[in-house]
């Protein structure tokens, strides 16, 4: 490799982290760089336009859910894919200047996790999809801590919401969702985290990269 880049994922609070991975553009070593009390987990790479394909993009997710679970569980505000920094010096300027925003942010989902649901409806089902959606409401909305309500790009999408929902509640949805799913045959549940809590952050990144 000739200039390394760092290629950010996710930020913690200040701690020295490392681990082996399957990283964006084929990284297998991730670590963290530290500016005052924040901690950027980066990988190496040799770009800072990395392509947006569907390994990288999966490379990604598959990084921030190691560390949201790396040694017990850390707290993770997610960086959006493709934060590709020249080297260690412009991803420290970055974490300077947006460190009130990442510290606050690391306050609003201390200890949450991310959890995905969708339900569909079987092929030819015929179902009462306000119902369905009024239940996923009184039985998961009051779990969470936050939800949104994401797009519904299929035909068959009833359901596509994220929640926002603390580390010791995850069994607890867990089952909810199991029990959910045997009342439903008529329906296809699609479950899915513990994610980096993406839908419930908002950072921009506006330094110079």
Sequence with gaps: M???ALYAYGVIEREDVEFETDGVNGAERAY???YQTLSALVTDIDTVEPEQSDENTRA???VL???LQYDGGRTVVPMQYGMAFKNARTLKSVL????PAFTRALREVENDVELGLKVLTEEGAEVDEEAIREEVTERFDERA???TSDDLFSDRLIVNRSFLIDRDEREAFDRAVGE?????EE???QYTGPWAPYNFVDIEIGAQR
């Design 32 to 34: 963290t760089v530290g």
């Design 2 to 4: 000739g200039d390394t």
């Design 187 to 189: 329906l296809l549940v």
């Design 65 to 67: 859910q190691q560390l």
């Design 145 to 147: 801590i936050s939800v």
């Design 60 to 62: 990604h997710d598959e």
């Design 180 to 184: 959910f799913e045997d009342d439903h």
């Design 96 to 99: 300077r200047e947006a460190r």
